[in-house]
């Protein structure tokens, strides 16, 4: 089931990211792969065709997962 609201999604970011805590969606996270800077706002959540939620980042043709995205501040 996807998340119908900002409050679950956020739920939803706190349960499934293994490596990373969420307070807020308006976080920003640092993507390794296509090095773009990001809200959790713009994670995209899509479900496959099990039902299971993927999480992906917002970035056209970009495969990048929770272990891809950094703390901006490493990056400053
Ligand atoms: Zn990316």
């Known amino acids: 089931m996807l998340p119908q609201t900002e409050g ?3 739920r939803l970011f706190q349960e499934t990211d293994p490596l990373k ?3 807020s969606l308006g976080e920003l ?3 390794a792969k296509c090095e773009h800077l990001f809200s959790g ?3 995209r959540v899509s ?3 099990n039902g299971a939620v ?3 980042c917002p970035t ?3 495969d990048g997962q929770w272990e891809d995205w ?3 501040q490493l990056h400053l």
């Open 29 to 31: 996270r640092f993507c």
């Open 60 to 62: 056209s043709g970009c």
């Open 8 to 10: 679950r999604k956020l």
């Open 54 to 56: 993927q999480f992906r």
């Open 47 to 49: 479900e496959d065709e």
């Open 21 to 23: 805590q969420w307070y």
């Open 41 to 43: 706002h713009d994670i």
């Open 70 to 72: 950094e703390y901006p």
